[in-house]
């Protein structure tokens, strides 16, 4: 699903991996960050898909809780609670895991570095390799 959404969110000068060079190998690029704004934009929509689903619930999860709880529910209806109950659960965590991931951007390896690293320009702490010690 990432690397999906990671194709989606290309864009400005991420969008030279839409070229016929990288596409053969695009899906691949994809499965590891891009670059910040493309990581960012990926948890501001996962975020504001979670939080948005989650308004158009008129209860809480604690309120589903208390109503399992009271034990007052036909059987059919404490079925329905519990699903409701549990939708909710797994947009919050989702939405955790995304407000995670936007805490981690700036510790991430973005697709640039790598390259850059791959040909040897950048060392494995991030510092620039210069042709002049490279060969010396």
């Known amino acids: 699903m ?12 991420d969008a030279f991996l839409l070229e016929a060079l990288y596409i053969n190998s695009l899906w691949e690029l994809l499965e590891l960050p891009i670059s910040r704004a493309n990581e960012e934009l990926i948890c501001r929509v996962i975020r504001d ?18 109503l399992l709880l009271e034990g007052s529910l036909s ?18 965590q989702i939405d955790d895991i995304f407000r995670g ?18 040909v040897g320009v ?7 390799i210069f042709w002049e010690t490279r060969f010396s």
């Open 2 to 13: 990432l690397q999906y959404l990671r194709l989606t969110a290309l864009g400005g000068t």
């Open 49 to 66: 898909a979670c939080k948005s689903t989650l308004s158009t619930y008129h209860t809480t999860i604690e309120e589903d809780e208390k």
């Open 75 to 92: 059987p059919r209806m404490e079925i329905a609670v519990g699903i409701r109950r549990g939708e909710k659960k797994v947009l919050q």
């Open 101 to 118: 991931r936007e805490m981690e951007l700036d510790l991430l390896e973005y697709y640039q570095e790598r390259s850059l690293k791959s």
């Open 122 to 128: 950048f060392g494995e702490q991030g510092e620039i």
